[in-house]
Nanobody, 128 residues
Framework: QVQLVESGGGLVQAGGSLRLSCAAS????????MGWFRQALGKERELVAA????????YYADSVKGRFTISRDNAKNTVYLQMNSLTPGDRAVYYC?????????????????????WGQGTRVTVSS
């Protein structure tokens, strides 16, 4: 089990940028694929981006490709989500989550059921 704490959310104007951070506890962070999910009001939670334990593979939802970048620093037990060109459609609570890395996979975990530890979320508000 890993404990996750997100930070970096806030209010930004459309077209602006934010960088979310997620700090993980423990000494086994490198064993987890990490994902960023978001949930907008009245909508289901969706996977926005994911990164393989090694950082060698990433996944992005179509809605954020070219605008968001996920990265990780295993030495700091931290995963990041750089969000550029934000729109009001990106307004949501953003959660980071951890999935035990499957050595048989090449890609990062990309389905919600694979993720077993969650942070408390950080709110992102984008004004038009």
């Amino acid at each position: 089990q890993v404990q996750l704490v997100e930070s970096g959310g806030g209010l930004v104007q459309a077209g602006g940028s934010l960088r979310l951070s997620c700090a993980a506890s423990g000494h086994t962070f490198y064993m987890y694929d990490m994902g960023w999910f978001r949930q907008a009001l009245g909508k289901e939670r969706e996977l926005v981006a994911a990164i393989r334990w090694s950082g060698g593979s990433t996944y992005y939802a179509d809605s954020v490709k070219g605008r968001f970048t996920i990265s990780r620093d295993n030495a700091k037990n931290t995963v990041y989500l750089q969000m550029n060109s934000l729109t009001p459609g990106d307004r949501a609570v953003y959660y980071c989550a951890a999935a035990s890395a499957n050595v048989d996979n090449v890609d990062a975990a990309s389905t919600e059921h694979e993720y077993h530890d969650w942070g408390q979320g950080t709110r992102v508000t984008v004004s038009s």
